[in-house]
């Protein structure tokens, strides 16, 4: 039997990276609410962030995103987050909000938005070099609608001239991770749409290029933790967008449509070494929070990772191996189900109180009135939007 108090060591090394979007109103293609207390600014982004950490403890981090975080001085945005207890993360580029990339961005036909994509992301890696930021991630938005609309195999071609061009800029310490979507916005093809698309392209650049995992971009049904389980085996799993998804890329809360699929991620991120300080695999979330508040909505996030990762700490590897050599088929599954069953809410809130933190941060943050406070302070201005 694997104990809680046997876990704590690694748990207290968990860090999960929030997205400076989470912050900003978000919606569907039908209507985007607007929430009083929605930052305006970069800076009020990461003001909210840094109350996940506060009561948490789980979110040093925060990514952002570029140009919606776009400031005359990174040093001083670097010294605010600092001020308020949290560092700049991740630095995601943007090349699927302007016209000229309708048909494309690092795969387009035209050398000349080709270069103003590629460009852009230079502009990501001065950015990342102000910040100390390690990770250029891209996520490109890049397909086409009909088939014959476009040349596949040439799109893929100049794909990886484009990476080329942006890895030969990324510093010795710095990281280029690559994200696939299935679909979305475009519908017939997209040109990273799968892992293996994105491993390709990554093995070709380096040692410092690797595949960015985001949960919500799988068909339904796909077995993510075997992906997991192969990146790590083949050391190119660079990072983590959490989230989760019932129909489309849903972008809610991770863990809310699916806890025990998030546990079989973990488990196997802890089963293949992606887990912990001595890893390199970053964790981060990626979502929206379109009909609730966004902070405590985060809050909920990080923690049920946190839970999930703390039972899958609890598998009893041994047992489980032995049950494994021995063909024992259901009592390995009982095994892993024993772990996926065990209600860690109690212990961690102890563990949590024993850290100097509140044992329940989802009712510490209600009650501090963060939320009344930044509802009565942000008046005016133009509220931070997916898209502003
Ligand atoms: C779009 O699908 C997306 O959600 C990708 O997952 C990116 O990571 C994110 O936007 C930010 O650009
Ligand atoms: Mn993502």
Redesign the pocket.
Known sequence: MTTFESITPLLAQQAIEL?S?AFGNSGTRFKVFGTPGTPRTPQEKIADAAQVNKYTGLSPTVAL?IPWDKVDDYPALGAFAADHGVALGTI???T?QDDDYKFGSLTHADPNIRQKAIDHHYECIDIMNATGSGDL?I?L?DGTNYPGQQDLRARQDRLADSLAQIYSRIGATQRLVL?Y?FF?PAFYHTDVPDWGTSYAQVVALGDRALV?L?T??HAPGTNIEFIVMQLLRLGKLGSF?F?SRFYA?D?LIVGAADPFQLFRILYEVIRGGGYGTDSSVAFML?Q?HNVEDKIPGQIRSVLNVQEMTARALLVDRAALDAAQNAGDVLGANGILMDAFYTDVRTDLAAWRESRGLDGDPMTAYAASGYQAHIAADRVGGQQASWGA
């Open positions: 997205p979007w995103h995601n580029s943007n699927f991630k996520w938005a994200e979507k979305e960015c985001d919500g971009h967008d989230n890329d972008d990626d929206c």
